[in-house]
């Protein structure tokens, strides 16, 4: 039997107050990934209690709320592309992206939306839109992305095992070589367990909403064989992805929910 020999802790700090701001100056503070020349990938997820990763709808949004929203916003503002599985675009209805308003930009040029599609099939509002996403995908789905969107936006990123697979790790350099540095993640679970398990993700920000929806809903990080709704299957390579060292970096309380919003750095 393990015996318990680390201490605890009792932390209660003095709260701080963050009213909304339109500028959300201390809150856009909190989450200052500072000044680095390199990549830098942020994941941002919203969980149950009990780990489920949407609601009752197959949407994330039946389980968010304003907290959650506020650090949605600041968290785009902050980025120059969002990063996410080509089915999650289909299934939670991804449009061309725009910076937040009101909030302080993290450059000058259009927020970019990057889908990850071994497929290389981009859901059709996408296709269709004045500013259609860049696609990182292999050599197969290279070929079914261009007729689709143009060539200039398919970055063909295949894996040196399967050429028609998609190397995470090639992807995001791509996206670098565009000036894309600053990458937030939005999902989905299969695609996070991706890239944890290619040990890409610099830091992981859960919104813990105050309710449980019982089995059924993927966790945020789900590599199994059915994969998450409107997604395809998870890859059979994706390993089970091991314990992961996580350094809190804040926690955040909105008192009249619940909810809780944390900042989890692993690197």
Do not use: K
Not at 41 to 51: E, H, K, M
Not at 149 to 164: E, F, G, K, M
């Amino acid at each position: 039997m393990r015996s318990a020999t680390t201490p605890l802790d009792l932390l209660v700090p003095a709260p701080e107050h963050l009213p909304v701001d339109p500028a959300e100056t201390r809150l856009a503070a909190l989450y200052d990934e500072g000044t680095g020349s390199g990549v830098r990938l942020r994941a941002n997820f919203v969980s149950t209690v009990d780990g489920g990763a949407w609601g009752p709808d197959h949407l994330s949004g039946s389980i968010n709320d304003d907290a959650d929203w506020r650090v949605f916003r600041v968290l785009r503002a902050a980025a120059d592309v969002v990063l996410v599985g080509a089915g999650t675009a289909r299934h939670e209805g991804y449009t061309a992206l725009d910076r937040p308003e009101s909030l302080p930009a993290a450059g000058d040029r259009p927020l970019e939306l990057a889908l990850v599609s071994r497929s290389g099939r981009v859901p059709q509002q996408l296709a269709d839109g004045d500013r259609p996403p860049l696609v990182l995908t292999g050599e197969a789905g290279a070929r079914t992305a261009s007729r689709m969107v143009p060539a200039d936006r398919v970055l063909t990123v295949a894996s040196a095992h399967d050429p028609d697979e998609v190397d995470l790790r090639a992807g995001l350099a791509a996206l670098a070589d565009r000036g894309l540095r600053r990458v937030l993640c939005e999902g989905g679970p299969t695609l996070l367990a991706a890239l944890l398990a290619e040990d890409l993700v610099d830091e992981l920000c859960v919104t813990t909403s105050p309710c449980l929806v019982g089995p059924g809903p993927s966790r945020i990080v789900a590599a199994s064989p059915a994969g998450a709704p409107g997604e395809a299957p998870a890859p059979a390579g994706i390993p089970a992805t091991p314990p992961t060292p996580a350094r809190l970096a804040h926690l955040l309380h909105a008192p009249s929910t619940g909810t809780l919003v944390a900042r989890w750095l692993l690197r």
